[in-house]
């Protein structure tokens, strides 16, 4: 039976998409949310569900009375829990697999007969899992739609059926990724002066005109005028020019950020337990920063899903050795492309007095700590904002999807 201080909530469903830089913000905006007095139910899938176990220990998803967590599977075939997720694989399982799971949970925290919840008043879905649109209109509850994006990214994303329309994408062959036509500048998006194709998220780099991620993005932001309401991790003094634009595109656009700064305003002892991290947080790594002059370390991180070559991490493990500055380097297992990530024996002697190498870390307390002087980043949004936040300088390095635009309001 429901007590009446709960039925007396309201009951926001928070579903992110299942990746790190995407689950992050989420878990911040439901924590507001949860400040405000929501009842929350977040929704993992059953993939990353275990991976939080792993990470956080067996009791990581038990949750409080008014912050729930569920699961529901996505139909992908299990793998290396350490393994990078494939970002086409994972959004093509979400598009086929999650909108009856997802139906089926609503039906069970509204069955008013057996719940112990109160009524669902709201879903926040992450902009890019469409489906959640759907089953917000068969159970009719307001959807707010959150994309996890800064704004000039959203509206890159927002232009790329015009540039379909345009003839500048896809592109006539791959000699056109070397010849100089990404560099061409487009002079007509709201918001966005000097922009140049390259800037542009990098799915418009494609020779396919069938290709998966293109046309997914195009669905999503084609839909985003379906929710009650768009919600942007960004704030007004930050992307000022491109948010007017949107403003007039879009009949309610929220900008909310940045997370991590509202979040230190108005945290909640109860909820401090409830993390995020898909990997294992090396703690160890802020005692080691303890011992070095404030802001002479370099930190490099690529990020969750971004992999390199192993010629790519010798040169960079070359270039921080030769720097002569300490550096703390972030590898996960996955990171290189095909090989395991480990470097000789011989670097980690040479630079042992200088350096930490792990495989995680808790990226908000390393950018906030006294001895950080820079940050190498592969330019994913949550990294930029948080970046920005702690006032730390980036070198980047971007990879792919809205980095390069990222990268280029660097």
Wanted: net charge negative; aromatic share 10%.
């Amino acid at each position: 039976m429901i007590s009446h201080i709960l039925a007396d909530k309201p009951h926001a469903v928070c579903i992110p998409s299942p990746a790190q830089g995407h689950i992050k913000p989420m878990i911040k905006l439901a924590k507001l949310l949860h400040y405000k007095g929501f009842h929350i139910t977040f929704v993992h899938t059953e993939f990353n569900h275990q991976r939080l176990l792993k990470s956080r220990g067996a009791d990581a998803m038990n949750g409080f009375p008014d912050f729930r967590f569920e699961s529901i599977p996505d139909g992908l075939p299990p793998s290396n829990e350490n393994a990078s997720q494939d970002v086409a694989a994972v959004c093509e399982a979400a598009k086929k697999n999650l909108l009856a799971p997802f139906n089926s949970l609503l039906d069970k925290l509204n069955d008013s007969a057996s719940s112990k919840v109160p009524p669902v008043t709201c879903i926040v879905s992450d902009g890019v899992m469409p489906f959640a649109i759907d089953a917000a209109e068969t159970h009719q509850i307001p959807i707010a739609l959150f994309f996890t994006t800064s704004a000039c990214s959203f509206m890159g994303f927002n232009q790329f059926q015009a540039l379909q329309d345009k003839g500048l994408t896809p592109l006539k062959d791959e000699s056109f990724l070397t010849n100089g036509y990404l560099d061409k500048v487009v002079d007509w998006i709201p918001g966005m002066r000097d922009i140049r194709l390259r800037d542009l998220p990098s799915f418009i780099r494609t020779t396919d005109p069938d290709d998966f991620l293109f046309k997914y993005c195009v669905e999503c932001l084609g839909r985003a005028s379906e929710g009650s309401a768009v919600i942007l991790h960004t704030f007004d003094v930050l992307e000022q020019e491109v948010l007017t634009a949107l403003y007039h595109m879009f009949p309610r656009v929220y900008t909310i950020g940045p997370l991590e700064l509202l979040l230190n305003q108005k945290q909640e002892a109860d909820l401090s337990s409830v993390g995020c991290n898909l990997w294992k947080e090396e703690v160890e790594c802020l005692h080691w920063l303890d011992s070095n002059k404030p802001r002479s370390v370099m930190y490099v991180n690529f990020g969750s899903i971004a992999t390199v070559t192993k010629e790519q991490l010798v040169e960079f493990g070359m270039g921080l050795a030769e720097s002569g500055h300490p550096f703390l380097w972030i590898i996960r297992p996955d990171m290189v492309a095909g090989d395991s990530a480990i470097l000789t024996p011989e670097y980690t002697e040479e630079t042992k007095e200088r350096s930490f190498i792990c495989s995680w870390c808790p990226q908000e307390e390393v950018l906030n700590h006294p001895s950080i002087g820079g940050f190498l980043t592969h330019s994913g949004w949550g990294s930029t904002i948080e970046s920005i936040s702690s006032g730390v300088p980036m070198l980047c390095w971007p990879f792919f999807g809205d980095q390069q635009t990222n990268c280029r309001y660097t």
